[in-house]
């Protein structure tokens, strides 16, 4: 995050540099000054795509770079054109080459997960034992359990999870102050919720390439305790589910 920020202000700060000198002739370009600012900041979009491998937004960038300078190039096309050839062939180069684009994404993933691997092993070694009102649960590489929860002054769950599926059931919980908070961190994981009936559901969670599920409660009137989620999923999916 901090990149980009450095990366765009820099960007915006060259962007005015160049709207002053155009004004002021420190240079010769034979173009209004609008095309001189629109050029640059379609070249740094450009620039941040191809860093990223991102066919759509490379595609697009030189498109629009085209649609500006078809005149210099001695060809006249309508906008329209330009735009439908240039969808026309994200579409193709994507089918051709979406799977090594897919195998780039992969890499970067594995590097995320490897990350996360020493984070959950300095997390599990930190943590203290839980308690009646604190319960941390955490599940490693490719491994898949269940997990009873049994409290009766219950405030917060914590939950690492790491390539790994884990389904967690809340029937024998009290909640401390009508409300357990649910802190996730998953990564490339599967995680179930089964919730007694009365509970409300909160979803707060920052979910990246992930997928969330909640099961709208049977009678919305008679709702007595909730359970906040908080955190992050990345690549990951979760499910709520009320018990009969």
Same mark, same amino acid.
């Given at each position: 995050?901090?990149? +980009?920020?450095?990366? %765009?202000? =820099? ?9 002053? @000198?155009?004004?002021?002739? %420190? ?6 000054? @609008? ?5 640059? =900041? ?31 190039? @001695? ?48 997390? /599990? /070694? ?49 909640? /401390? ?37 909640? +099961? ?29």
């Amino acid at each position: 995050m901090r990149k +980009e920020r450095w990366f %765009w202000g =820099l960007a915006c700060l060259l962007a005015a540099v160049l709207l002053i @000198g155009s004004q002021l002739q %420190w240079f010769n370009y034979p173009f209004s000054s @609008g095309t001189l600012i629109a050029t640059f =900041l379609i070249v740094v979009i450009l620039i941040k795509n191809l860093i990223d491998l991102s066919l759509t937004g490379i595609i697009f960038s030189l498109a629009f770079l085209f649609f500006l300078y078809q005149k210099l190039l @001695g060809i006249s096309l309508s906008g329209w054109t330009i735009f439908l050839a240039a969808l026309l062939l994200n579409i193709g180069l994507s089918l051709i080459f979406g799977p090594i684009i897919h195998r780039h994404h992969f890499i970067s993933l594995q590097t995320l997960f490897a990350s996360n691997r020493s984070r959950i092993k300095h997390i /599990k /070694k930190d943590w203290p034992i839980s308690n009646d009102e604190v319960i941390r649960l955490s599940g490693g590489r490719l491994t898949s359990s269940t997990k009873y929860l049994q409290a009766r002054n219950l405030k917060e769950v914590d939950v690492v999870m790491l390539m790994s599926d884990m389904s967690i059931y809340f029937d024998q919980v009290v909640a /401390k102050d009508t409300q357990v908070e649910v802190k996730l961190d998953c990564t490339a994981s599967n995680l179930e919720l089964y919730i007694p009936q009365g509970w409300q559901v909160i979803d707060q969670l920052r979910p990246l390439m992930s997928n969330v599920e909640i +099961e709208p409660a049977v009678d919305a009137t008679v709702l007595t305790n909730t359970i906040l989620l908080t955190g992050q999923l990345k690549a990951s999916n979760l499910e709520a589910y009320y018990l009969d």
